[in-house]
């Protein structure tokens, strides 16, 4: 069975860390675009970071860059991201998703599989 569980989530002050995980299984992220997402309350669903499993490039958006890192451990089969100096405004269920053969940054749209998301609370 194809499964992505992200976990890792939870609360943390202002200025604060976390790490996420998203554990693959059925799948190795080799040849696999993976992309972390989250959705804040009220707020439509938006691209935080993206890998190419393949090749190791990355992307951040804006209001994270500098802040957050997606790596990945493929012997663990596992994609990660570390969160630094967190804000309230990064308050949200956190998703991760992976494309087969996909590029970098695929529309959200396309992506095959999605995990059940991880909550993230960050207190001022």
């Known amino acids: 069975e194809v499964q992505l569980v992200e976990s890792g989530g939870g609360l943390v002050q202002a200025g604060g860390s976390l790490r996420l995980s998203c554990a693959a299984s059925?799948?190795?992220?080799?040849?696999?675009?993976i992309g972390w997402f989250r959705q804040a309350p009220g707020k439509e669903r938006e691209g935080v970071s993206c890998i190419n499993g393949s090749d190791g490039r990355t992307y951040y958006a804006d209001s994270v860059k500098g802040r957050f890192s997606i790596s990945t451990d493929n012997a663990k089969n596992t994609v990660y991201l570390q969160m630094n100096s967190l804000k309230p405004d990064d308050t949200a269920v956190y998703y991760c998703?992976?494309?087969?053969?996909?590029?970098?940054?695929?529309?959200?749209?396309?992506?095959?599989?999605w995990g059940q998301g991880t909550q993230v609370t960050v207190s001022s």
């Open positions: 059925g799948f190795t992220f080799d040849y696999y675009a």
């Open positions: 998703a992976a494309l087969l053969y996909g590029d970098l940054c695929p529309d959200q749209d396309e992506y095959d599989y």
